[in-house]
């Protein structure tokens, strides 16, 4: 097994970190963790184009943060690795500290 340098390590991060980066993109995992679904399921969920969220699950793709599976006729999306979901998690208590930080030095 090759050992990542950690040019390729930060390389790979700096990539998944733009990936989820993007609004969307966080809905759209948030959504797929709860079930994975086919894109019209997603975007009718989420109230978006189903154009848009296809160009968003081609980036997850890409990322190999999402992985899709075809059945019969129809192709669906899940998260590959859920541990996403948990970093997205932790990402917010820091943002809900930051933003409650702030707050607290404007009164």
Do not use: F
């Not at 733009?18 to 109230?47: F, N, W």
């Not at 917010?92 to 404007?106: C, D, F, M, P, Y």
């Amino acid at each position: 097994m090759n050992i990542p340098t950690l040019d390729e390590l930060s390389l790979l991060h700096q990539q998944i970190c733009t990936a989820v980066g993007d609004p969307k993109r966080i809905q759209i995992l948030y959504a797929l963790h709860e079930q994975p679904m086919h894109v019209s399921a997603l975007a009718d969920l989420l109230g978006m184009p189903q154009p848009t969220v296809s160009r968003h699950l081609g980036i997850l793709r890409e990322r190999s943060l999402v992985i899709n599976e075809r059945e019969g006729a129809t192709v669906i999306y899940r998260v590959r690795d859920t541990r996403i979901i948990d970093v997205l998690d932790t990402m917010r208590q820091v943002l809900r500290g930051v933003l409650e930080t702030r707050a607290s030095k404007l009164t």
